[in-house]
């Protein structure tokens, strides 16, 4: 953007159209950047582990006592560990389910204090929704959590950068259930059927706007399905253990190559101008 303003100011561009096709290809940008995390286009974040026999399962918008107790016993039976994503008022207002994911030895990842996704987009309410679920859910368990997924994994550069000073590592997904917005198991199912080694699996163990929790309704077909392909869940920590850091996964190449043809669209269109 900055490039082509400087063209413009310098007469080697035209104004029109140059201007307008940078600024439509940095808020295209933008917009891409902020709904899929797993891009990594504001920051590093966790997205896929190495291939294997292992994925990592994470349940977002718990603890809830109608779907996290059929989730744990499912894992449980199965010998297997996920990573639930607390929304800090709901760790609150359920501290025993929340004691009770940790003594189970699943990871408890931070979720935000309210789950209000347009609080993240200034940089006082990214701080705020990251620090107060923080609080909250280390004075629950004594330790605070490591990993932070912002609400409905929207990310911002003030949510990268609360999290980075909060020395928290971003987690996204590689697979996206969508049982949050369909209330069908089998939908959920189906979609769960690409999985493969390496997988981190976005679910939720919290009622969604539809009224119902899908994946506390199939968890045990979840587990089995894993099974049967000779996969076995583990917590993300676990999952990315070789990583010390925020790491840029394989889909930080994805967000090169996403980038690279904005800038190729906006050179054609300069071009035919």
């Given at each position: 953007?900055?490039?082509?303003?400087?063209?413009?100011?310098?007469?080697?561009?035209?104004?029109?159209?140059?201007?307008?096709?940078?600024?439509?290809?940095?808020?295209?940008l933008?917009?891409?950047?902020?709904?899929?995390?797993?891009?990594?286009?504001?920051?590093?974040?966790?997205?896929r582990?190495?291939?294997?026999?292992?994925?990592?399962?994470?349940?977002d918008?718990?603890?809830?006592?109608?779907?996290?107790?059929?989730?744990?016993?499912?894992?449980?039976?199965a010998?297997?560990?996920?990573?639930?994503?607390?929304?800090?008022?709901?760790?609150?207002?359920?501290?025993?389910?929340?004691?009770?994911?940790?003594?189970?030895?699943?990871?408890?990842?931070?979720?935000?204090?309210?789950?209000?996704?347009?609080?993240?987009?200034?940089?006082?309410?990214?701080?705020?929704?990251?620090?107060?679920?923080?609080?909250?859910?280390?004075?629950?368990?004594?330790?605070?959590?490591?990993?932070?997924?912002?609400?409905?994994?929207?990310?911002?550069?003030?949510?990268?950068?609360?999290?980075?000073?909060?020395?928290?590592?971003?987690?996204?997904?590689?697979?996206?259930?969508?049982?949050?917005?369909?209330?069908?198991?089998?939908?959920?199912?189906?979609?769960?059927?690409?999985?493969?080694?390496?997988?981190?699996?976005?679910?939720?163990?919290?009622?969604?706007?539809h009224?119902?929790?899908?994946?506390?309704?199939?968890?045990?077909?979840?587990?089995?399905?894993?099974?049967d392909?000779?996969?076995?869940?583990?917590?993300?920590?676990?999952?990315?253990?070789?990583?010390?850091?925020?790491?840029?996964?394989?889909?930080?190449?994805?967000?090169?190559?996403?980038?690279?043809?904005?800038?190729?669209?906006?050179?054609?269109?300069?071009?035919?101008?």
């Amino acid at each position: 953007g900055l490039l082509v303003a400087a063209a413009v100011a310098l007469g080697t561009l035209p104004p029109w159209p140059a201007l307008p096709a940078a600024f439509a290809a940095i808020a295209a940008l933008s917009v891409l950047a902020a709904v899929q995390p797993g891009l990594c286009l504001f920051g590093p974040a966790l997205v896929r582990g190495p291939a294997g026999d292992r994925v990592a399962l994470t349940f977002d918008d718990g603890p809830d006592p109608d779907g996290t107790p059929a989730v744990l016993q499912a894992l449980d039976d199965a010998g297997m560990h996920a990573t639930f994503f607390a929304v800090g008022e709901r760790a609150e207002e359920n501290p025993e389910l929340l004691r009770e994911i940790a003594a189970r030895g699943h990871q408890v990842g931070n979720h935000s204090m309210h789950h209000r996704w347009p609080a993240i987009l200034s940089p006082v309410g990214a701080r705020r929704e990251l620090g107060e679920a923080q609080e909250a859910i280390g004075r629950i368990l004594g330790t605070a959590p490591t990993l932070y997924r912002p609400p409905i994994g929207l990310v911002s550069p003030f949510v990268v950068e609360a999290a980075e000073d909060a020395g928290l590592r971003l987690a996204a997904w590689s697979l996206r259930t969508l049982d949050g917005a369909a209330p069908d198991p089998r939908a959920l199912l189906r979609r769960l059927s690409r999985v493969r080694g390496g997988d981190v699996v976005l679910l939720h163990d919290g009622r969604g706007p539809h009224g119902r929790i899908p994946a506390a309704e199939a968890i045990v077909d979840v587990v089995r399905l894993l099974q049967d392909r000779g996969l076995r869940s583990v917590t993300m920590e676990q999952l990315f253990e070789d990583e010390p850091g925020p790491t840029r996964s394989r889909a930080g190449l994805i967000g090169i190559v996403v980038r690279i043809a904005l800038l190729a669209l906006l050179l054609a269109g300069l071009v035919a101008g």
